[in-house]
Structures are given as structure tokens and as C-alpha cells.
């Protein structure tokens, strides 16, 4: 607070009146163009439905546009304007004044009423420091409820005669730490009227290449990523609009716990995802052990599923035999051919011209079942030939066409030739290798595996797909391609009338005035009118197509990634524009990141850039201490960041004998529950186990959410592992048994420092038997 700010003092009244006065101006205008707008919308559904399909067109690009700006205008009601920063006087002028807010408004005159937080002249308000103002002489937060001012917080940027120190204490903190003192719903909030100047360099980073955001537990990593995808989406509109922008997160309760930020910002292009939702039609949560994790995540894998389809291309003698007693039409001969009984007759194809053909397919150098449609020709021709010698009728060219698609009809001909060069899809690819150990060592072993790798992969047929696997399946996809020639056919049709839409949709923008908006490309309209099914959102068409290309990725927890899956998120992103922001001291999978360079620098093509955050705004410098001493026992080499809360209660631990707990840990976790919030809405209590206590802690406290879904975030408590606690806070956590937390392979002690750096005011550790020493200021704190 600007020290000459005091309640008596007139200049702070003043100050507030006029600023109650701009902020009324403000609220003013927001009233009036929501009733513009609102009527705007009104006047374009009153026009009716006739018209045929240029009036439909036109009509529904001005509805989509209004009902857009007036949810704009309506969401922007709470903290419209937060802030005001005010230039340096030059030669004698007045400096410039701007106010800044959620949304941009500009008065009847069009002169700038509130500026917008992403936009350059809003820039100064984030980026300007005592030791580098950028032309700023004052930067004020301003505190409102509702459309009242409450109070105001200066930082003084050219006030003469204050020494470095007395400046840098000037840095106006409160209205940071009043933000940060609030207590956890739930649910994350923005922080456009608190963003610290680091956050800024990476929300306002350039688009393309592969921005990297290491930082430790609470330094805003996550909430940084966010407001960078809206300022993205604000700055690269039209580019961003229609490819959309994906956010990976590491769970679905973490997807919902970020998941209102966004939409709180008024973007809704974005597809939230998992890497286990990032193929179409599977929903992966189940994770494999850490050390078949371990494998599956390796780049080899890549090399194994592409031995598995080549296994999957036979020749006549590698065909597993037939059943015992199941007598089949096809199979090898005795030389290695192809012999398929058909017709009443049997007809061959020797070992030397499937091996021949089957050559033939694989120098196409195209997907499996692209390839196939050669491999199937080919060896219709040749079995059409042999039927004709067989039947001793001379067959010119178009004979044998016409033989080749009646054998194409006969079943046992199918399935011969499907034997050899079957058509796959992915899910029965990965499928059968992994529950087939003689083809996974087949396979294995081409891609470098030892026996005992392939063993770590094998596992019962029908298995649930984990997320380890959908990269897998990604990979297999790529592999055998889809045969869809037919379809090219009917797109090639498709895109001529397209054209045609995209050339009348420009007409209507330009009618309309919205091309120089820029908010609506002509394509995106046409697109929208090329099909008869039900009108669907940039978010959701890419959401459901694998080869969708997005204009940005973001990567949230993306230390936890595996080779594997970095391959399958760049396929989403062959432009490389990627935020990936993550903790390498946080890394709890067994295939996850150890260095951002080795596992990013090979997409990077030079273009990997890297941010470091280093100030926590979520855990207190005291409960930040006990995590920092177990990260430096168990990572060395990795730095904890600064605490810039000094609030919180003294961290504590609690010795509980194993029989005491079913009677203890309720009482102690009712106490914190009372503690935090007194049993309202705000205040929110985490336990967090390891894995293999979850179900035995979760029955002893069965008003807790102990779910690993997102209900988690509902309830008051929710009972959670450090995987799954993972990127989320909580007013009070109670760590039990972090013994068994340190002790889990692979990374045990960077479980233990997620577990406990979870908390935004109290920590409890619950402990058994002896307090691990790492934990040793705990006891201390207990003594
Ligand atoms: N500039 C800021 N203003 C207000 N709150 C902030 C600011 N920066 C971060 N926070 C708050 O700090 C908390 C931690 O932020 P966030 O979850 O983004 O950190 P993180 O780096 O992703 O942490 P972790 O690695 O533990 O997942 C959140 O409650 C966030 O809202």
C-alpha cells in the first residue's frame, strides 16, 4: 500500500471518488452495449427462417457473431476493471492514463475506456518493475466489490529521493497476497489483475516453437499456461479460431479443477484433454505398473509396433495352422504357396510370387491397409490367371478383371488373401500383439527388446486399454493408414461445391462487415454449411478427428509424458507451437522426463525455448522448507522455489500407531475440515496416501470424496494419491504414512514433495512407527 495512503488523508478519498467515478462510467457503457447487443441478437432471430440458403447463411454469421460479444459482455461483469497505470509526464504533457480490465471498451467517441488485459497497451501493467518502470510512472490495482471501489494500492515508479531498497518495498504485494490468502474452492481462478512480471514474459511469449516453463510446485505454472492460451487466442485470432488450441492435463479431476478459467476469460475454442482421452473413441484412465510404464513409454516401441504390422504381412508358410479338426479352405502348400479351394477347384500361388507381391506392397512405402489395396489386386490377378489356365480359357485383360472380381466375391478367397495382408485397425493391432507373447517377441526382438521387456508388455486378451497404450494405438494408426480411396472419391466432389460456399461466404462477410473483423474466417463459415449434421464448435471437431491439426498445444504436467506420447502430441501439432510447462522434480512416472532438452529437443528443429518460474504463491515459506529439505535429499540437483507467503500455520506431524488411526484420523481431519473453512463452501482438506493405502484410509472416512474422478473437488475432503493429488491445492492436507509415499518406485521422494507441497495454510504429516529423516524439521516443529 502506497505509504501516503491513510483513511484521514484526502488525497486517497479523492483518489477513490474519481475512481468510482471512471468505474461507473465503465459499468455504464458494459450496460449499454449488453443492450445494444442483446437487442442486436433479438432483431437477427426476428428476421425468420425463410430466405432460402443465402439469407440462412448470412443470418446465422451475425447471430453466431452478436451471441458471441453479448456472452462476452455478460461474463465480464465481476472485477471488470482492475487496474490503472498512468505514463510519465514528457516535456511538459500529461503522461496518458489507462485503465485496464477483463474486456476492452471504448466510450461513445470511441476513445478507450478500459483497456484489455492481453492487449499492448495493457502490457506495462504486468511487465513494469522499480528497476525497469518501461515508461511507467504509477501502477495502481484497484479493489472493487461488485461496481463499488473498495480501495486502491499504488507502486510508485519515479518517486525521486527513495533509495533501490525503499523502492523494491514499495512493490505493491497486497493486492497479490489478499489474492493468495483466499481461501480454495475448488476450482481455479484467473489472476488477470495479479499476474507477476515472469508469468507475463511467458504468457506474452511468441507463438511459434516450443516454449518451455520449468518451475517448482505453485509458481503459476498452470494458471500461467492458461492466460497465455486466452492471450494467444486474443492476439493470433483468426489463426488460433480456427485450428483451436488443445490443453493436455494429467487427469480428468485436474481438467475440472482448471477447467472454468477459460471459459472465465470468454474463450471456449480450447479442446481440455488427457493423454489418455487423445484418441478418438478411447477413454483411458487405468496406468500400467512403473515397470511395464517403463517400457511402453520407450521410443523403441515405436519400432515395435512397426515390426507388428509388418508381422501381420505373411507369407503363405508363416500362416499359423489350422485348429485341430477345423479343415480350412486356404492355407500353404506343400512348396510354401498359396492353395485356396474354391469353386471346386484349388487354386494356387507360389511361394516365390506371394513373396514377390507382397515386396511389390511394402516398396509403396504406404500405410498397411493404403498398401493393401495393391497386395489384394495383385494377387487376384494372379490366382484369376491360374483359374483361367486351370479352366483352359484364354483371358484377355479385361477378362481377368472381371475373374478377379468374382474371386473377390468368394469367401475363401477373401480370407486367404485376408490371412496374408489382412486389414487392420488399430485397436486389433495392439491388441493381439500385447496379449500374443510369441508376436510380441517377434517383434520385440526386431525393435531391440529383451525377452524379458516383452514380458513386462504381455497381458491377458481383452484387456482395458491404458493410457500407457494410447500412444500405441496413435502409433499403429499412423502405421496402417485407412484405405480411403472411396471416400477421396465423394471429398474430391465435396470440395468442389465447397469451393463454391467458401466463395459466397466471403461475399457475405464482406456484406455483413465481419471480414475486417477478422473473428470469422470465410472457411470456418463454409465449413459449417458443408454438411447436413448437427453444427459443431472448432473445439468439438477437432476433439473427434486424430488427424486434427491444432493451432496450439499446451501441456500442462508435462513432466509425466513419455517418449511415446511427446510422438503422438506432435503428430496434433505439425507446426511446433507448444507451451509445455512442468517440474522435472516433480517426474512420478516411470517414463516420464528427466531433462526437457533430451526429450523436446528432437521436435524442436532449434526452436526450444525455456522459462523458469521460481516464486511458489501457493505453499507458505514454512511448509515450503520440510518439501525443500526432501528435495534435496532425494533430487540434488533440483532447486525448490522461494515461498512469497509467510502466512499459514507451523507445519506439524502426528504420530499415529496403526491401531489408533480408524479412531484418530477422522478426528483430525474433522478438526481441519472446522479449521479451514468451519464447514462452508471455501476451505478445502486433502489426504493424501500412497496408493497402496487409498481404499483402507478412504473407509475410515466415508464423508470424504475418495474417488480419483472429479468429484474429488466437491466434497470438503477427498481422499487422494500423490499421482492423482497432482497440480491441485487445498487449504490443509494431511500427509498419512510418508514412509510407504517415499518408498514407492520409481520416485518415491518426488511423490512425497508433490504430497506436500499441495498445501495453501496447513500441513499435518501422519506417521507410523518412526518420521522418515527427511522429515526431521517436522519433528523439530513438533518438539
Ligand atoms: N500472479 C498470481 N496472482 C494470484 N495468484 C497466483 C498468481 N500466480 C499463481 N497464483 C496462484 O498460485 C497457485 C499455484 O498456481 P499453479 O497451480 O498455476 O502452480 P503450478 O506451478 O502449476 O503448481 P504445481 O507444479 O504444483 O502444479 C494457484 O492458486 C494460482 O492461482
Redo the contacts with the bound molecule.
Sequence with gaps: MDRRQDENHCPLREALLAEQEHLSRVYARLDELRGHTAEAVREVHARGGGGGYAATVEREVTAGERTRRLALLSGAEEGLCFGRIDHRATAGEPGDTYHIGRIGLRDGDHDPLLIDWRAPAARPFYAATPVSPGGIARRRHLHTRGRTVTGLDDEVFDLDGLTETDRRGLVGEA??LA??RRG?TGR????V????AE?DRVIRSRLPGILV?Q????????????HRAAYLLYTHRTALRRRGILVIGPNATFLRY?GQVLPGLGETDVVLATVGELFPGVRATAADTPATAAVKGGLRMAALVEAAVADRQRLPADLPPADAGAARPWGADDSGGLRIATDGMVLRADAATCAGIRGLARELGLPHNVARKLFVTEMLGVLALDQARRLDRPADDTDLRHMSEALWAEPEVRAGIDALWPLLTPHDLVGSLLSDPAALHRAGGAAGLSPAECAALARPAGAAWTVEDVPLLDEAAELLGRDDSAERRRARARAAERAAQERYAHGVLEFTGLAEDAMMAAGALADRHADDGPRRTTAERAAADREWAYGHVIV??AQELSEMAWRMVMRRIPARSLTV???LA?TGSAAGARSWAAMLGRYANGRLHEER?L????TPAAIMAVAADVLTATAPGQRA?ESVRDDGDPPRAVRMPAGALATDLPRLVRGEVERVGGGSAEGRVAVVVPGSRHAEVAALLPEAAAGVGPEALDAPVAVLTPGAA????FDSVVVVDPQAILGRPPHGGGDLY?AL??A?RRLTVVYEGDLPAVLARLSAAAG
Excluded at 516464486?615 to 501457493?618: D, F, G
Excluded at 497432482?726 to 491445492?729: A, I, M, R, S, Y
Design positions: 493486492a497479490l489474492s493468495l480454495r481455479m481462478h484467473d489472476i489483475s495479479t499476474i507477476q508469468q516453463v518451475g517448482g510446485p505453485g509458481t503459476g505454472k498452470t494458471v500461467a499456461a492458461l482448471i500442462d504436467e510447462v512442468g517440474d516433480q518460474l516464486v511458489n504463491y501457493r522455489p497432482k497440480g491441485l491445492e508433490v507441497t499441495r495453501t
